[in-house]
C-alpha cells in the first residue's frame, strides 16, 4: 500500500469519524430517542412524546387525555446531556407529525383543553 492511499484512507476515516461525531452531538444519533428511533416506533405503531426535566404534579393527567389521542408520554428524568435533547427534539417532530395525520390538524389545542379539563375534575 503506497502512501497516497494511506493518506486517502485516514482521510476518508477522519471525514466519517467527525460526521458521527456531529451527528451525535446536532442530531443524537446514538441516544435512545433520535430521528430514528422515531420513524421505527411509527412503523411499530407505537405513538409518544418524550419529556425530560422536573415532572409536574399533572404527569398522570396529560396520559390520561393522551389516550384519547392515541399517544402516551414518555417521562424521563431532570438530568440529560445536549446530545439528547437533540435527538429528543428529533423524535417527538417525528411523533407530532405522524400524530397530525391521525388526529387532524390542531390537535394540540384540543388535546390542551381536555387536559384542563380534566384539572378541573
Sequence with gaps: ???????KYLLFFG???????LGHYQYGIFTKYNFLTGQIDKL???????????TASDDMILNIAAR??????KF??????????HGIECY????????????????E????LEVEKLKEQ
Excluded: R
Design 68 to 73: 384519547d389521542f392515541k399517544f402516551q408520554y
Design 15 to 21: 471525514i466519517v469519524l467527525i460526521g458521527l461525531v
Design 109 to 112: 389545542e384540543k388535546f390542551m
Design 1 to 7: 500500500m503506497n502512501k497516497t492511499v494511506k493518506v
Design 92 to 107: 417527538n417532530n417525528v411523533m407530532k407529525n405522524q400524530l397530525t395525520k391521525i388526529n387532524g390538524k390542531g390537535w
Design 44 to 54: 411499530n405503531n407505537k405513538y409518544q412524546l418524550v419529556v425530560y426535566g422536573e
Design 76 to 85: 424521563i428524568g431532570c438530568i440529560i446531556s445536549t446530545p439528547a435533547i
